[in-house]
């Protein structure tokens, strides 16, 4: 008995009806990246390993999909390598490409490599499928889309308030209200660990940092003593765990918390521009909120870091994010650019949609009309109307075989198409087409013209 095939862990099949619901949130997207003069890019699936590794942190690191090379992979593996069975030695020499594990680094590295084609500051925009080797669950996949927008060229902080207003943008085309816009800054995390003497673990300091909502106030302190942290610096931090209160208020206690961190005061004045001036924009449907634990762990973010929560009521992790990075393009030679970008979690807001109930009756992969065959002759006069329905517009098919009634009703039935076309003889020579509504049952004749106004 053959094996019934199977998908890898963290990938899914798409139907019919969920690619076009993903369609139509990318599309809803795109539209909105077009309207605030982002331009498209794509690049490819894999990328050379010593593009990738090394620019996520260690943990990112780990969740990159290595690829072995092509024919005798372990030929540049010596005997005592191989003996020593260290896996961090040995990947390099039978592993030289990996599967992209974001859009942000390959797009620094296209940046770095086109950057006498590009004309700064330049705004792109990417959608397109990343790996991660990560351990599946709702809403955490292996292989997902990124939809982001990013700006290289400019350190002006109108950028980060276009981003904001993008977000809500796209958040209110798909009629998601109540989505939280978190914000913090790098600068201000540098200030922290300056101020409670952590300055030399601050990787460890904001990776665990940002893990509060997973792992909770207690998994936070454990992982830090765990990465030597002192205890007295823990203790500095505790009014972290519990910082409240509005945007203005925020800023005030920072201010106070970091006087001595001219860093930290930095970080500040560059949340309180773009507090102020969306504050002043106003957002439609978002709401933008300081959170001072959220670090997004990716070494590089320098400057605004974003993060974006669905609705309240909603089990879901973040569905965007992204931030400001001062030198990303320097790890490939190109110093002193300065960029900011967004990401969109594709596949988390489509579950939260879903849950929802928020896409549109309108979105739908159905053919509007089916026509029925009843042999060559009547199939032929179908397929010109419908070849005339298409240039029309209108989305129809001809149910390919000459089967009995009943099955091609069925078929239409199960298909969820509305409308049916009955072609025989009498339609023929009257030149005419019975239109039939499979909901109600009602029957009409009409001439193209008329079948082409009842169709749209």
């Given at each position: 008995?053959s094996k ?16 076009v619901?993903?369609t ?5 997207i795109?539209?909105?990246f077009t ?9 490819p ?8 590794m ?26 005592a390598?191989y003996?020593?069975?260290d ?6 020499k ?7 594990y ?8 296209y940046?770095?490599q086109h ?7 330049f ?10 080797a990560?351990r ?19 350190k002006?902080?109108?950028?980060e308030v276009?981003?904001?207003?993008l ?8 009629n998601l209200k ?5 914000m ?18 601050l ?11 997973k792992?909770?106030?207690e ?10 942290i002192?205890?007295d ?18 800023l005030?206690?920072?201010e ?20 102020d ?17 959220l670090?997004?762990g990716l070494?590089?973010y ?14 879901m ?7 400001r ?9 190109m110093?002193d ?5 967004i990401?969109?979690?594709?596949d988390?807001i489509y579950?939260?949609?879903e ?5 549109p ?23 010109q109307?419908?070849t ?8 129809a ?9 009943k ?10 198409i ?5 072609a ?5 020579a ?11 049952g ?11 106004n009842?169709?749209?």
């Amino acid at each position: 008995m053959s094996k019934k095939p199977s998908i890898p862990k963290g990938t899914r099949d798409f139907s019919p009806t969920e690619v076009v619901k993903r369609t139509y949130i990318m599309d809803t997207i795109k539209r909105s990246f077009t309207h605030f003069g982002f331009q498209p890019i794509e690049t490819p699936s894999f990328e050379n390993s010593d593009t990738l590794m090394g620019k996520y942190g260690e943990e990112g690191d780990r969740l990159i999909f290595k690829i072995l090379n092509s024919g005798d992979y372990l030929r540049k593996v010596d005997d005592a390598l191989y003996t020593e069975k260290d896996s961090g030695k040995m990947t390099p020499k039978i592993s030289e490409k990996a599967l992209r594990y974001d859009l942000t680094v390959p797009f620094a590295r296209y940046v770095v490599q086109h950057q006498n084609d590009i004309t700064f500051p330049f705004k792109r925009y990417q959608i397109q499928p990343v790996w991660r080797a990560d351990r599946p669950q709702k809403g955490r996949f292996r292989e997902f889309f990124q939809c982001d927008a990013d700006v290289v060229g400019s350190k002006s902080l109108w950028q980060e308030v276009e981003l904001v207003q993008l977000y809500d943008t796209v958040f209110t085309a798909l009629n998601l209200k109540g989505t939280t816009i978190k914000m913090n800054n790098r600068k201000i995390l540098s200030g922290i660990a300056e101020v409670i003497g952590a300055e030399d673990k601050l990787i460890d300091f904001t990776v665990a940092l940002d893990k509060l909502d997973k792992i909770g106030e207690e998994g936070v302190k454990k992982e830090m003593r765990e990465k030597g942290i002192s205890e007295d610096a823990i203790q500095k931090v505790q009014p972290l765990f519990s910082f409240t209160g509005t945007a203005s208020e925020k800023l005030a206690s920072l201010e106070t918390m970091l006087a001595s961190s001219a860093t930290g005061q930095k970080g500040i004045a560059a949340l309180r521009f773009i507090v102020d001036n969306v504050s002043a924009l106003q957002l439609q449907s978002a709401h933008l909120e300081i959170d001072v634990t959220l670090a997004r762990g990716l070494n590089y973010y320098t400057g605004a870091i974003f993060e974006v929560s669905a609705p309240e009521g909603v089990a879901m992790g973040s569905i965007g994010g992204g931030g400001r990075y001062d030198d990303l393009t320097g790890i490939f030679g190109m110093k002193d650019v300065s960029g900011v970008g967004i990401s969109f979690g594709l596949d988390r807001i489509y579950l939260v949609l879903e849950e929802l109930g928020l896409f549109p009756d309108t979105v739908a992969a159905n053919t509007k009309v089916l026509f029925i065959n009843f042999g060559a002759k009547e199939a032929l006069y179908a397929m010109q109307a419908i070849t005339k329905l298409r240039a029309n517009g209108i989305t129809a098919e001809l149910y390919p075989d000459a089967a009995k009634m009943k099955k091609q009703m069925g078929y239409a039935d199960k298909r969820d198409i509305r409308c049916t076309v009955l072609a025989g003889d009498k339609e023929m020579a009257a030149g005419t087409y019975t239109l039939k509504n499979m909901k109600s049952g009602e029957q009409e004749a009409l001439d193209f013209d008329g079948l082409v106004n009842r169709l749209k």
